[in-house]
């Protein structure tokens, strides 16, 4: 049942980030975390991560904007790696309050961001990229900040949603693999996350034929309830 409930938290996660861009990490994580804990659910949700991000490519591969995609790359994947190496040395406690923080902090910091109308190039691209990477190794997900560097960039539905999957895509490689180098990353748990990520990508896929009819004011909505929602849930699980 447990499994079940996996599954099924994964297809609506993969299914609502098809949509918006992110969030599949944010709703996925604290199920992972109450199922495996905190240490084993981050190299879980990294390989989950990988998969659901690939699924994006594949759903609008036409239109990945590949300049973006490199700016933002080069410097966020080496990041990645090194975030997800500071993560591997801290207390598991300490894991659930930073995500719980961070999470909570990113709704007021994406408001401060969207009401400033700035138009960014492809140096912004990749500070932005470096800084989120090294932030993405260690939360696990950092999606709803990268979110408005690729829309102030000036992507938008099909584009955005590629080029944004396409560029974590590397990240969450590189997270993988420094999991995987330190021993965090057996072959149950990359059994697991793949088994968590078969729901995100088929979620994807469902979520295409929605994508043109989402409106800005419901994304943004949508994405403020989870990130107070799952910010909450890890803090609760750190404190009880």
């Known amino acids: 049942m447990s499994l079940v409930f996996v599954l099924t938290v994964g297809l609506v996660a993969g299914t609502i980030s098809g949509i918006v861009g992110t969030g599949s990490s944010i709703m996925l ?3 992972l975390i109450y199922q495996y804990g905190p240490k084993q659910a981050v190299p879980i949700m990294a390989v989950a991560a990988v998969m659901s991000n690939f699924s994006r490519i594949l759903a609008w ?3 990945v904007d590949w300049r973006a ?3 933002y790359s ?3 994947i080496p990041a990645a790696s090194l975030g997800a190496r500071t993560l591997l040395v801290l207390p598991s406690r300490v894991v659930d309050i930073s995500i719980g923080l961070f999470l909570i902090a990113m709704v007021p910091a994406r408001h401060w961001l969207a009401s400033h109308q700035l138009k960014f190039s492809l140096w912004h691209l990749a500070l932005g990229g470096a800084v989120v990477g090294y932030l993405t190794g260690i939360v696990v997900s950092t999606g709803p ?3 408005p560097l690729f829309l102030f960039y000036g992507l938008t539905k099909g584009a955005f949603l590629a080029t944004e999957a396409a560029s974590s895509l590397g990240m969450y490689v590189s997270k993988s693999v420094t999991f995987q180098r330190f021993g ?5 748990i990359a059994l697991q996350g793949l088994i968590a990520g078969s729901s995100l990508m088929f979620g994807a896929f469902i979520a295409k034929r929605f994508v043109l009819h989402m409106k800005p004011d419901a994304f943004r909505l949508l994405m403020d309830g989870i990130m107070i929602a799952a910010g909450l849930s890890m803090l609760w699980t750190a404190f009880s």
């Open 29 to 31: 994580m604290p199920v």
């Open 61 to 63: 591969y036409r239109e």
């Open 69 to 71: 995609c490199a700016a």
């Open 74 to 76: 080069i410097p966020a």
């Open 145 to 147: 900040l990268s979110v």
């Open 184 to 188: 965090a990353l057996t072959a149950e």
